[in-house]
Each structure stands twice: as structure tokens, then as C-alpha cells.
T-cell receptor, first 116, second 108 residues
């Protein structure tokens, strides 16, 4: 079974530029999560989709971050414009059903973003 | 909001020594999960505990869920260099909340 795929793996941009990340979850997984992990900290949930609907985006900085999940499969996370404090690893995860705290999340390798 | 704290933040042990990390929630949990993240890697699911007082073992790893379902622990017996990484507990509320993590370093 293929795991969660993410691209790119690394990205370096200058502040005020835009950047987009892509995630392909495990086939058949209904729920997709985007996390931000700053160096030395635990992952922080940015947004959770169930199929193509948003379940939780309470910690997403909506003035600069946006995310979509077209057709309930792939997802993109965009930052526009980027700030220095956005430097982090952006992790995508998926779970089979979602919406329950007992779901196991499967994580992708992450995208390491450096904002200069 | 819900918070999940872990102690210690960091521990450095000699190979063969035991290691324990503790996880504490400000509110009662429905369940708790444990994940391991190797340096430069992504979190990988280890186990889930659901019942009050539950204890589960995976080889040298022992996981425990408190009676009040507000705390949990992970104990590693006779650590090996392959145990290096950060261990996160993830508290189950209406959604999963990651703990602050404990970074384990094992010297040969």
C-alpha cells in the first residue's frame, strides 16, 4: 500500500513570496490533515478535511494561508505572502474515516519550508 | 483549549538504561495515541489506549493510561540506539491534540 505522498520535499523562498504544497493521501482515506511543525515543537493542526469539506480550520491563519481538497482526494496548501515565521515542516496526514479521536493518522514525509 | 504536556522535554541516556516519558492533559481524554518521530522523519503511529488503567506492551515498550484518563506514560526498557527520536502523545478529545514531545537521545 502506497503511503501519503507530498511534494516538494524542500522549498526555499524569500519573504512576501508565495508557495504551494501538494499532498496525495492514502487511497480510500476520507480524512486529510495539514500540520505545521516548527523546529523543536510538536505538530500543530492547520486544517482538517473530511472528503472535500472542511472539518476544522480554527488554527489556520486565513489572512495568508489557504487550502483546498478538490474531489476529496489530493490537497494543496498555499501561503501568500510568506513570512519568516512560516519556516517549518508542513506535514500532511490521512486517516481512513476521520472525525473520531480514535483514528490512526498516517503521515507523509513533509515539506521543509525555509523563508529568507 | 485542550493542552497536552509531556515531561521531560529531553533525555539523554546510555544504551541499556531505561527511559520513561510522561504525558498530562488538562482535561479528561477519550483515548490517547503515541507516535514516534525519528530525526528528520515524520510521526509514525505506535499504539492507542482507550480504557481507564489500560496497559499495553510492544516488546521493550510499555504504555499506560491513567485511571482518570488524564495522563499516560511510555516506558522503554533497556534502550537501544534505534530508540532515538521524539515521542509524542496525542490526546483524544473531540479531535487529536499533539503533546509537546520528549526527545530521546541514546549513546552507545
Amino acid at each position: 500500500e502506497a503511503g501519503v505522498a507530498q511534494s516538494p520535499r524542500y522549498k526555499i523562498i524569500e519573504k512576501r513570496q508565495s508557495v504551494a504544497f501538494w499532498c496525495n493521501p492514502i487511497s480510500g482515506h476520507a480524512t486529510l490533515y495539514w500540520y505545521q511543525q516548527i523546529l523543536g515543537q510538536g505538530p500543530k493542526l492547520l486544517i482538517q478535511f473530511q472528503n472535500n469539506g472542511v472539518v476544522d480550520d480554527s488554527q489556520l491563519p486565513k489572512d495568508r494561508f489557504s487550502a483546498e481538497r478538490l474531489k476529496g482526494v489530493d490537497s494543496t496548501l498555499k501561503i501568500q505572502p510568506a513570512k519568516l515565521e512560516d519556516s517549518a515542516v508542513y506535514l500532511c496526514a490521512s486517516s481512513l474515516v476521520g472525525g473520531r479521536s480514535t483514528d490512526t493518522q498516517y503521515f507523509g514525509p513533509g515539506t521543509r519550508l525555509t523563508v529568507l | 483549549g485542550q493542552q497536552v504536556m509531556q515531561i521531560p522535554q529531553y533525555q539523554h541516556v546510555q544504551e541499556g538504561e531505561d527511559f520513561t516519558t510522561y504525558c498530562n492533559s488538562s482535561t479528561t481524554l477519550s483515548n490517547i495515541q503515541w507516535y514516534k518521530q525519528r530525526p528528520g522523519g515524520h510521526p509514525v503511529f505506535l499504539i492507542q489506549l482507550v480504557k481507564s488503567g489500560e496497559v499495553k506492551k510492544q516488546k521493550r515498550l510499555t504504555f499506560q493510561f491513567g485511571e482518570a484518563k488524564k495522563n499516560s506514560s511510555l516506558h522503554i526498557t533497556a534502550t537501544q540506539t534505534t530508540d532515538v527520536g521524539t515521542y509524542f502523545c496525542v490526546g483524544g478529545f473531540q479531535k487529536l491534540v499533539f503533546g509537546t514531545g520528549t526527545r530521546l537521545l541514546v549513546s552507545p
